[in-house]
């Protein structure tokens, strides 16, 4: 089975400054890895994924996250925070059920964002 | 579109009550997956269905938990009889397709507090 692992059950940040969340997966096969977000009392929003296509993966709220095979890791940044940033950050991974064509999400953790004025 | 819709969004009840969540996933998604969410365990999936079969049940936590999906457009997860220990948010996600690409969209939660 395939897993993911966040490293920093919390980050915190000042306004302005880089974002940096990490996720390192553990897959035999090429993953399918996505980022959520989720607010306050709210359900997960999905902010990026990567399918193969390109490394590097633009996501909402200029975000983004690079995919490095070498590394097996998935990093999330934002070049520069904002107050409302400030939430809980997934890093997901597809994994396939049983050998067939159904799959599901495996999530890490999750890292708590603060952002400081 | 409208999104995935849960209700109640909170619950309130006494150990050894029946709890049902309900959840009607984005119209069109033909797979609707059931998470619990708590401090310890973080996000956990319990049950999800493809076109209204169960796929894998492997996460329900012992036979108190049960879940349906009748049709399409709705789903329900209960649980007889409630214990402290199931206080928690639950979740309903829907996704479109088969494929391990396919994101899963997200309700705002059901926040159950057994007493």
């Known amino acids: 089975a395939q897993s993911v692992t966040q490293l920093g059950s919390h980050v915190s940040v000042s306004e302005g400054a880089l974002v940096l969340l990490r996720c390192n997966y553990s897959?035999?096969?090429?993953?399918?890895l996505f980022w959520y977000v989720q607010y306050p009392n709210q359900g997960l929003q999905l902010l990026l994924k990567?399918?193969?296509?390109?490394?590097l993966v633009k996501g909402i709220n200029d975000f983004e996250a690079e995919f490095k095979k070498s590394e097996t890791s998935f990093h999330l940044t934002k070049p520069s925070a904002h107050m409302s940033d400030a939430a809980e950050y997934f890093c997901?991974?597809?994994?396939?059920?049983?050998?067939?064509?159904?799959?599901?999400?495996?999530f890490g953790k999750g890292t708590l964002l603060t952002v400081n004025p | 579109d409208a999104g995935v819709i849960q209700s109640p969004r909170h619950e309130v009840t006494e150990m050894g009550q029946e709890v049902t969540l309900r959840c009607k996933p984005i119209?069109?998604?033909?797979?609707l997956f059931w998470y619990r969410q708590t401090m310890m365990r973080g996000l956990e999936l319990l049950i999800y269905?493809?076109?209204?079969?169960?796929?894998?049940d492997s996460g329900m936590p012992e036979d108190r938990f049960s879940a349906k999906m009748p049709n399409a457009s709705f789903s329900t997860l209960k649980i007889q009889p409630s214990e402290p220990r199931d206080s928690a948010v639950y979740f309903c996600?829907?996704?479109?397709?088969?494929?391990?690409?396919?994101?899963?969209?997200f309700g705002d939660g059901t926040r159950l507090s057994i007493l």
């Open positions: 996600a829907s996704s479109r397709g088969t494929g391990p690409n396919q994101p899963q969209h």
């Open positions: 897959s035999s096969v090429p993953p399918y």
């Open positions: 990567y399918t193969s296509a390109a490394t």
């Open positions: 997901a991974v597809s994994d396939q059920v049983g050998g067939g064509s159904n799959y599901k999400l495996t």
């Open positions: 119209s069109g998604h033909d797979y």
């Open positions: 269905f493809n076109n209204n079969v169960p796929i894998d």
